[in-house]
């Protein structure tokens, strides 16, 4: 089994979405995929697909990190916060992610997130993604409210307007 047929299993037992959704998910960011393999299984994922931080006018890298998962027999060993130390290494960047439980917000503090403000509404920071972001988050419902999200890297933003949520 190809890595991307394993990393579709593993996605897919986790998140599962909507057969559209995936494929389209898969079509348009298998690319940006972190993996950590074990013996050619794959033990943990996650998507690091880039956008921009517009922040009071200065562009800089951003990475959204989406759909977080390790396999369920490899749960509890390190492998995704191994993962994490590996792959999110650019200083000059912001890591963002809407934890989809709360209970899952204590790994992301203990790997370097901090809890911030996630919005629809203008504010001075904002995220820009690719048109085929905009694609594939059309197909999902969009929060209406103010919701969590955790950041790593730049640090000194409170709020940030993030419109394309996939969920």
Not at 7 to 22: H, P, T, V
Not at 83 to 104: H, I, N, R
């Amino acid at each position: 089994m190809t890595i991307r047929n394993q990393c579709e299993r593993l996605y897919r037992q986790a998140f599962g979405e909507s057969q559209e959704f995936d494929t389209m998910l898969f079509d348009l960011f298998f690319k940006n995929t972190e993996v950590s393999q074990k013996d050619g299984i794959v033990t943990a994922m996650y998507f690091k697909i880039p956008c921009v931080l517009n922040f009071d006018g200065t562009k800089s890298k951003a990475y959204y990190i989406y759909a977080v998962t390790t396999h369920k027999d490899y749960r509890h060993q390190g492998i995704m916060s191994n993962l994490f130390e590996k792959t999110q290494t650019e200083s000059d960047a912001l890591y963002f992610l809407k934890p989809s439980s709360l209970d899952v917000i204590p790994f992301y503090n203990q790997s370097g997130f901090k809890q911030i403000v996630g919005t629809r509404e203008i504010c001075n920071a904002k995220i820009e993604v690719s048109d085929n972001f905009k694609r594939l988050s059309d197909l999902c419902d969009k929060p209406n409210c103010d919701y969590p999200l955790m950041i790593k890297g730049i640090i000194n933003i409170e709020k940030l307007t993030f419109e394309y949520t996939l969920e």
